[in-house]
């Protein structure tokens, strides 16, 4: 069965082998233990797990040894060519998902507990399909359910929950959240979304922007609205695989300045903008997202005052030119920061783009597991 796969950035024929208000992230937060995943499964049956170290890949004291992340929190704990192995693995995967083959089963007989601070239909229902097609069985776990951090301290979940599962999934609000429950847990983390970054949902785009641009490097990616979680995500990524990437928002709703020095200094362009329609100009992929965020809605009114000229329609994507997709993580407020005319038209990806969400996952976890 021949599938699309990846080499260097660009999409190339292959054959699979089987049938928000941001927060300021520190630059060195704590987190998680870099382990391997038989090592991880390990300690989920009772072995002692090694010690606590920086969420990036931490350099090694033995000569050639190399240790890589326990967790997927952000996308620049990784290198370039992990992430286009995932996203490799992602298209491959998804070939054999759409072909009907259910043979592939690598988590039969493993557990994933999801933990939902902030509900979310896309999140939930997608990692909870992926793993489930993939043999495993994956635990809800809504906000009333664990109140962690006030019913129950985060590294007591953490480690509880290790006990019972293969890896945990987090939605959470506060970034230090995630942190804390990477550094505890002695199974794999990945961050489902915290109010700093969503590097699942980059991914996904990043999987989107291969299959319909044919490439993420050397592209001019373009968001348009609130410097948010999705921004500094995109901004990780560049830090990651260079490439052309524009905020353009409001005065007093940047992105992160600390996010933005790492994106620029890993060698991407990247340009913070008052001006969409100068922004848009040449673009490849035109991005938005709501303008108020869960846990903002009490600012929604006066966003959308502030946001005025900043809704991406079918005027602004005909400046964008010929070539741009448009791109929106959702949910949309149709009518707000995008037009129905923008979100339904032949050049918008948007339904390809949640679809994908699925198999970046998957991916992610068959790589954090090691399967």
């Not at 939902?116 to 939930?124: D, H, L, Y």
């Not at 990651?240 to 200094?265: L, M, N, Y």
Request: glycine share 6%; charged share 20%; hydrophobic share 45%.
């Amino acid at each position: 069965m021949a599938a699309a796969a990846i080499s260097g950035g660009h999409l190339v024929l292959s054959t699979p082998a089987s049938t928000r208000r941001p927060q300021s992230l520190p630059l060195h937060p704590p987190s998680a233990r870099p382990i391997a995943a038989s090592s991880a499964s390990a300690a989920r049956h009772g072995v002692a797990a090694a010690a606590v170290s920086s969420p990036a890949a931490v350099p090694s004291t033995g000569k050639d040894a190399k240790q890589l992340p326990k967790d997927f929190l952000h996308i620049n704990d990784f290198d370039k060519d992990t992430i286009m192995k995932i996203l490799n693995r992602a298209i491959e995967v998804k070939a054999m998902i759409k072909s009907g083959d259910r043979s592939f089963q690598p988590f039969k007989g493993k557990s994933m507990a999801m933990i939902f601070a902030k509900p979310s239909m896309r999140t939930r229902v997608s990692f909870e399909t992926g793993f489930f097609l993939l043999g495993g069985h994956a635990v809800y776990l809504g906000p009333d359910d664990i109140q962690m951090g006030k019913r129950e301290e985060t590294r007591d979940v953490a480690r509880v929950l290790s006990g019972y599962n293969d890896i945990i999934m987090a939605r959470v609000f506060a970034h230090q959240d995630i942190l804390d429950l990477a550094k505890y847990a002695p199974v794999p983390v990945i961050n489902g979304l915290t109010d700093y970054n969503h590097p699942c949902q980059i991914m996904a785009d990043a999987l989107t922007m291969l299959e319909h641009v044919g490439r993420i490097e050397n592209t001019k990616v373009v968001y348009v609205g609130d410097g948010n979680n999705i921004v500094h995500s995109w901004l990780l990524l560049a830090a990651v695989i260079p490439f052309h990437f524009v905020c353009a928002c409001p005065k007093g709703f940047e992105p992160d300045a600390k996010t933005v020095e790492i994106a620029r200094s890993a060698g991407s362009k990247i340009e913070i903008t008052n001006d969409p329609k100068e922004a848009v100009k040449g673009a490849d992929v035109v991005y938005t997202d709501v303008w108020a965020s869960m846990g903002q809605k009490e600012e929604a009114e006066y966003r959308k005052k502030v946001f005025q000229g900043f809704m991406v329609d079918e005027a602004l994507m005909e400046m964008a030119g010929p070539k741009a997709f448009l791109m929106h993580c959702l949910p949309a407020e149709r009518g707000v920061e995008v037009t129905d005319g923008a979100i339904e038209a032949p050049n918008s990806i948007v339904f390809p783009q949640a679809e994908n969400r699925m198999h970046a996952q998957n991916a992610i976890m068959l790589h954090m597991l090691g399967a």
